[in-house]
């Protein structure tokens, strides 16, 4: 009886992996494009808001 659902238990379990999985690269390469958008933006001379109030100054 077991067997006969090994199968499709197997293919379930392998299918939720990979779909987690290419989530998790996704957010990763998504959060290094982000990075490299800050630097670029930064680069320009475009601060981020934050930067001033981590900074102590009023914007």
């Not at 290094?32 to 109030?53: C, F, H, N, V």
Request: charged share 25%; hydrophobic share 50%; proline share 0%.
């Amino acid at each position: 009886m077991q067997n006969e659902y090994f199968a499709f238990i197997s293919a379930a379990y392998g299918v939720s992996a990979l779909s987690l999985l290419g989530l998790a690269l996704w957010l990763f390469l998504d959060a290094r494009g982000r990075q490299r958008e800050l630097k670029a933006l930064e680069a320009r001379g475009i601060r981020r808001r934050s930067d001033a109030s981590a900074r102590g100054t009023a914007a």
